[in-house]
Protein backbone atom coordinates (compact mmCIF):
# COMPACT_ATOMS: atom_id res chain seq x y z
CA UNK A 1 0.00 0.00 0.00
CA UNK A 2 1.62 3.55 -0.68
CA UNK A 3 0.48 6.67 -0.63
CA UNK A 4 2.25 9.38 -2.12
CA UNK A 5 1.65 13.02 -1.84
CA UNK A 6 2.70 16.46 -4.38
CA UNK A 7 1.72 20.07 -4.60
CA UNK A 8 3.62 21.78 -1.70
CA UNK A 9 5.81 24.25 -2.00
CA UNK A 10 6.51 28.31 -1.03
CA UNK A 11 3.37 30.29 -1.55
CA UNK A 12 2.91 33.96 -0.53
CA UNK A 13 -0.02 34.80 2.07
CA UNK A 14 -3.03 35.40 0.19
CA UNK A 15 -2.12 32.63 -2.39
CA UNK A 16 -3.49 29.02 -3.19
CA UNK A 17 -1.89 25.58 -3.52
CA UNK A 18 -3.46 22.13 -4.42
CA UNK A 19 -2.11 18.96 -2.91
CA UNK A 20 -2.34 15.66 -4.19
CA UNK A 21 -2.63 12.20 -2.77
CA UNK A 22 -2.04 9.47 -5.24
CA UNK A 23 -3.33 6.42 -3.64
CA UNK A 24 -1.75 2.74 -4.77
CA UNK A 25 -1.87 -0.86 -3.36
CA UNK A 26 -5.51 -0.91 -2.09
CA UNK A 27 -9.14 -0.69 -2.71
CA UNK A 28 -9.29 3.53 -2.55
CA UNK A 29 -12.94 3.45 -2.98
CA UNK A 30 -13.06 1.56 0.34
CA UNK A 31 -11.04 4.36 2.60
CA UNK A 32 -12.03 7.44 4.30
CA UNK A 33 -9.11 9.51 3.30
CA UNK A 34 -7.72 12.84 5.39
CA UNK A 35 -5.41 15.52 5.50
CA UNK A 36 -3.44 16.20 8.57
CA UNK A 37 -0.85 18.57 9.35
CA UNK A 38 2.29 19.20 11.89
CA UNK A 39 4.21 22.45 11.96
CA UNK A 40 7.86 22.56 13.51
CA UNK A 41 7.63 21.89 17.50
CA UNK A 42 3.45 21.15 17.13
CA UNK A 43 1.79 17.90 17.29
CA UNK A 44 0.07 16.81 14.22
CA UNK A 45 -3.53 17.91 13.68
CA UNK A 46 -6.49 16.82 11.45
CA UNK A 47 -7.39 19.11 8.62
CA UNK A 48 -9.72 17.55 6.63
CA UNK A 49 -11.49 14.36 5.54
CA UNK A 50 -13.63 12.77 2.89
CA UNK A 51 -15.65 9.46 2.88
CA UNK A 52 -14.76 6.45 0.76
CA UNK A 53 -17.60 7.39 -1.70
CA UNK A 54 -17.22 10.65 -1.22
CA UNK A 55 -20.24 11.98 -0.30
CA UNK A 56 -19.24 13.82 2.51
CA UNK A 57 -16.70 16.22 3.79
CA UNK A 58 -15.73 17.91 7.05
CA UNK A 59 -12.53 19.80 8.02
CA UNK A 60 -11.39 21.71 11.25
CA UNK A 61 -12.65 25.19 11.97
CA UNK A 62 -9.83 26.95 11.11
CA UNK A 63 -9.96 25.95 7.93
CA UNK A 64 -13.34 26.19 6.95
CA UNK A 65 -14.47 27.99 3.93
CA UNK A 66 -10.25 28.22 2.39
CA UNK A 67 -9.44 24.36 2.03
CA UNK A 68 -11.56 21.70 0.31
CA UNK A 69 -10.74 18.26 0.23
CA UNK A 70 -12.18 15.85 -2.64
CA UNK A 71 -11.22 12.57 -4.70
CA UNK A 72 -11.33 11.17 -7.87
CA UNK A 73 -11.28 7.31 -7.60
CA UNK A 74 -10.57 7.43 -11.33
CA UNK A 75 -7.06 8.19 -10.50
CA UNK A 76 -6.83 7.02 -6.97
CA UNK A 77 -6.19 10.42 -5.94
CA UNK A 78 -7.42 12.82 -2.69
CA UNK A 79 -7.16 16.67 -3.64
CA UNK A 80 -6.89 19.17 -0.94
CA UNK A 81 -7.48 22.72 -2.47
CA UNK A 82 -5.89 25.32 -0.07
CA UNK A 83 -7.01 29.16 -0.89
CA UNK A 84 -6.64 32.40 1.16
CA UNK A 85 -3.42 30.87 2.55
CA UNK A 86 -2.13 32.11 5.97
CA UNK A 87 1.95 32.01 7.74
CA UNK A 88 0.10 29.97 10.38
CA UNK A 89 -0.96 27.23 7.61
CA UNK A 90 3.18 26.70 7.05
CA UNK A 91 3.48 22.97 7.97
CA UNK A 92 3.94 19.46 6.28
CA UNK A 93 0.98 17.86 4.99
CA UNK A 94 0.33 14.23 5.58
CA UNK A 95 -2.45 11.95 3.67
CA UNK A 96 -4.47 8.88 5.67
CA UNK A 97 -6.10 6.59 4.29
CA UNK A 98 -8.39 4.47 6.94
CA UNK A 99 -10.88 1.91 6.96
CA UNK A 100 -14.00 2.73 8.00
CA UNK A 101 -15.18 1.44 11.73
CA UNK A 102 -11.83 -0.15 11.85
CA UNK A 103 -8.62 1.18 13.34
CA UNK A 104 -6.48 0.11 10.41
CA UNK A 105 -4.85 3.63 8.68
CA UNK A 106 -1.57 4.29 6.88
CA UNK A 107 -0.03 7.24 6.04
CA UNK A 108 2.26 8.90 3.17
CA UNK A 109 5.51 10.38 3.55
CA UNK A 110 3.98 13.76 3.77
CA UNK A 111 4.69 17.31 1.60
CA UNK A 112 6.07 20.73 2.64
CA UNK A 113 4.05 23.98 2.12
CA UNK A 114 5.51 27.12 3.33
CA UNK A 115 3.51 30.33 3.50
CA UNK A 116 5.86 33.13 3.90
CA UNK A 117 6.28 36.85 1.96
Known amino acids: VQLVESGGGLVQPGGSLRLSCAAS????????MSWYRQAPGKEREWVAT????????NSADPMKGRFTISRDSSKNTVYLQMNSLKPEDTAVYYC???????????WGQGTQVTVSS
Open 96 to 106: NAKLPSSDYNF
Open 25 to 32: GFTFSSYA
Open 50 to 57: ITSRGGST
